[in-house]
């Protein structure tokens, strides 16, 4: 008689902790269920629209020997100056207006004077055409800021020295070589 009591404890006891675990994982899936957040409705909340802001922006024609002046739409930077710089280096269907590589390493506002500062990609400059193609592009795209004025142009923090000029003091805008 006593073997079927042990039995029937066992049991009993095997079938009552069979129960506890099927019981605790059912209640596992109800809680992922619930605890599992809805990715779309978050990304749709935080996402705020980009406030956007039109620039004027001169690039080179497809011949390379003159300025036209491009409109874009571009989202609102915090920087608008280096972001000027950004897009220039973008001319998408125009004739490249800097020199590869070219990165503004940092500039220096004093007035209605801004000093950018460039790297040495700056200072490869192509022939005489493309040396004002480039300078041009640059006063002229920045001086669209009613702020500035006059531009000065470094390459790493020295005066930009080319075979054809020095440019140790600021330019203002020339709109001689922008297409009309």
């Not at 609102?76 to 125009?94: S, T």
């Amino acid at each position: 008689m006593r073997k079927i009591t042990v039995s029937r404890i066992v049991l009993v006891f095997v079938l009552i902790l069979s129960l506890l675990l099927t019981g605790c994982a059912a209640g596992d899936k109800g809680n992922k269920a619930q605890d599992t957040p809805k990715p779309q409705a978050q990304t749709e909340v935080q996402t705020p629209a980009k406030e956007k802001v039109k620039v004027t922006l001169y690039f080179a024609n497809k011949e390379a020997d003159a300025l036209v002046p491009v409109q874009r739409e571009i989202d609102k930077p915090k920087d608008i100056v280096m972001a000027l710089i950004n897009e220039l280096n973008n001319p998408g269907d125009y004739a490249p207006v800097l020199p590869k590589g070219t990165k503004l390493l940092s500039y220096e506002k004093s007035g209605d004077t801004i000093t950018l500062n460039f790297n040495q990609a700056f200072a490869n400059l192509q022939g005489t055409t493309g040396e004002l193609i480039a300078i041009n592009s640059v006063v002229d795209t920045i001086t669209e800021l009613p702020e500035f004025k006059k531009v000065k142009i470094l390459v790493e923090g020295k005066t930009l020295t080319t075979g054809h000029a020095v440019y140790d003091q600021p330019l203002t805008r020339d709109e001689s070589m922008i297409k009309k």
